[in-house]
T-cell receptor, first 115, second 114 residues
Framework: GAGVSQSPSNKVTEKGKDVELRCDPI?????LYWYRQRLGQGLEFLIY????????KSGLPSDRFSAERTGESVSTLTIQRTQQEDSAVYLC?????????????FGPGTRLTVT | KNQVEQSPQSLIILEGKNCTLQ??????????LRWYKQDTGRGPVSLTI?????NTKSNGRYTATLDADTKQSSLHITASQLSDSASYIC?????????????FGDGTTLTVKP
């Protein structure tokens, strides 16, 4: 079946602009995650959605970052007033449930470049 | 604080040779440990998963080991191929109140040369 998809695959934006990144999880997956991966570095947790529970936003680096998820489907990550330090690959993953029990399946990522 | 440390940071080997990647963690209470392979420009893909009671798991030429007492894991790659060139990421998940998040290592970048 279809995997996790993300759009756009690449985004170049000017400093100060807002951007929206989209993630379509695998159908039926109740859990959805956003990660940030800077060049040459590991994955940095941003936010976690699990079903209808309140999302875990503990990884969001500032109030310029926000994310929403419609039910158990599409999610959007919004970065307001982008800064050059926001340049990174943003990865989305989904799973049937918590990672303590279920594997996370990753999308191909969105490469964001802030000029 | 939950941490996952991987070594070496990078590794270059010749095609056909074997190699072993290391992962040390302090995540508690432990639930499982996964090794992921991330090709350049792609999302990570799971290779193996190990729970507390398992000490070895194989997936083709990949063999993972886990010592839950010393909190160490290794990923052994046998008869390496050019396509094994990638970043290998160790990911540890916790039980209980921290079950919603995993802790990721920074990865080991493996380059296989002909």
């Amino acid at each position: 079946g279809a995997g996790v998809s993300q759009s756009p695959s690449n985004k170049v934006t000017e400093k100060g602009k807002d951007v929206e990144l989209r993630c379509d999880p695998i159908s039926g997956h109740t859990a959805l995650y956003w990660y940030r991966q800077r060049l040459g570095q590991g994955l940095e947790f941003l936010i976690y959605f699990q079903g209808n529970s309140a999302p875990d936003k503990s990884g969001l680096p500032s109030d310029r970052f926000s994310a929403e998820r419609t039910g158990e489907s599409v999610s959007t990550l919004t970065i307001q007033r982008t800064q050059q330090e926001d340049s990174a690959v943003y990865l989305c993953a989904s799973s049937l449930g918590r990672p303590s029990s279920y594997e996370q399946y990753f999308g191909p990522g969105t490469r964001l470049t802030v000029t | 604080k939950n941490q996952v440390e991987q070594s070496p940071q990078s590794l270059i080997i010749l095609e056909g040779k074997n190699c072993t990647l290391q992962c040390n963690y302090t995540v508690s209470p432990f639930s499982n440990l996964r090794w992921y392979k991330q090709d350049t420009g792609r999302g990570p893909v799971s290779l193996t998963i190990m729970t507390f009671s398992e000490n070895t798991k194989s997936n083709g030429r990949y063999t993972a080991t886990l010592d839950a007492d010393t909190k160490q894991s290794s990923l052994h790659i046998t008869a390496s191929q050019l396509s094994d060139s990638a970043s290998y990421i160790c990911v540890v998940s916790a039980r209980g109140t921290n079950a919603g998040k995993s802790t990721f290592g920074d990865g080991t970048t493996l380059t296989v040369k002909p």
